[in-house]
């Protein structure tokens, strides 16, 4: 398969187990405020992976078969290389999430799939809705297939969310990231905090200086450049401001003449969801947020990173934001309205 132009530029990987061990024992650039003035907003690339099976048995039509199809994990994992390639020639930063399926589709497949993204500075999450494997399951199927999960735990239901920090604090104490707390189907309503904070066990969106996990927010996640600029103009001295963009491998098709998939796993080879096209649209929106971290005012940075630089400025942070900012709208119908090419 064809990759973008650009020159590979590798990247030092992330101490990401240094990281756990030190938190389980704690485009008009010119009208943004200049670096000087503020701590610049954190910008993270998050790939998720959904399980391919509804309670490890029925078969997810909208999700690919990564670990029983062979072509079509194939076809992902070069797509998800290329992406990852494209992203670190920017400077730009993966957290690359996967459910149970995906890992073993890479332990089946793609045994250098997790290796080869680390080696470029990405990072790999464990990603889970828990419908039949828990979170330590899914971090143990990210080892199994070579990669070195993060102290991370990504996609959290809001809904269930006592019951479900419970259950890490009993069976993989390792956790101690929080990204991503959701409700179902990224509905209207969800949280969309961009900045980082301790949750309470009473009320997750409110700090608590003892709290034993460190959220990340995540903003409105939407991908379009006017979201990020509102993110930087909306920062204060005394916040870790963090962002992130969102992507899913299956938004990156392949085409009947590159491999033997059928639909819905194929686009024409002019359409924005083939995934050279889908890379194009990226390399071009990456482009110009590095318009933004030229100025200073925006850092590239994985969530493990972010949460380094939390802890170095814990103490000096004000934690007293009242309500949290909450979407008016469903995750999907934010970015069709902002014009990310979803439809």
């Not at 061990?21 to 954190?42: F, H, K, M, N, T």
């Not at 992203?87 to 999430?97: C, K, M």
């Not at 290796?115 to 330590?136: N, R, T």
Request: aromatic residues 10%; charged residues 25%.
């Amino acid at each position: 398969m064809l990759k973008p132009d650009r020159v590979r530029s590798l990247a030092k990987p992330v101490l990401v187990g240094a990281l756990c061990a030190l938190l389980y024992s704690l485009s008009v650039v010119g009208a943004l405020r200049p670096p000087e003035d503020l701590p610049p907003l954190y910008l993270t690339i998050v790939v998720h992976n959904e399980e391919d099976t509804s309670r490890g048995v029925l078969p997810k039509a909208i999700i690919p078969d990564y670990d029983g199809n062979e072509a079509l994990m194939h076809h992902f994992a070069a797509a998800m290389r290329a992406f990852a390639e494209m992203a670190a020639d920017h400077g730009a930063r993966i957290n690359f999430g996967s459910d149970w399926t995906f890992s073993r589709g890479v332990a089946r497949y793609e045994p250098t799939f997790y290796a080869d993204l680390e080696v470029i500075g990405h990072e790999v999450d464990a990603h889970a809705h828990q419908s039949s494997v828990s979170y330590h399951e899914v971090r143990a199927e990210i080892s199994i297939a070579g990669g070195r999960p993060t102290c991370v735990a990504s996609g959290l239901n809001e809904q269930e969310l006592p019951a479900q920090l419970a259950g890490l604090d009993e069976t993989y104490p390792e956790f101690r990231i929080l990204w991503g707390i959701a409700l179902p189907g990224h509905s209207a309503g969800e949280c969309v905090a961009s900045w980082a904070w301790r949750p309470s066990r009473d009320d997750w969106t409110v700090h608590d200086p003892d709290g034993r996990y460190l959220y990340i927010g995540h903003g409105e996640l939407v991908n379009s450049i006017a979201a990020v600029r509102h993110a930087v103009e909306t920062r204060r001295a005394d916040r870790v401001h963090t962002i992130a963009l969102f992507v899913s491998p299956r938004e990156f098709l392949a085409t009947d003449e590159e491999a033997d998939l059928a639909t819905p796993w194929t686009a024409p080879s002019d359409s924005v969801h083939y995934w050279e096209n889908r890379i194009a649209w990226w390399d071009r929106f990456l482009d110009r947020i590095d318009a933004l971290v030229e100025t200073g005012v925006v850092q590239y940075a994985t969530l493990t990173e972010i949460a380094e630089i939390f802890l170095e400025r814990e103490a000096e942070l004000d934690f007293d934001f009242g309500e949290v900012p909450r979407s008016d709208a469903p995750m999907r119908i934010r970015n069709i309205v902002a014009g990310y090419p979803l439809d």
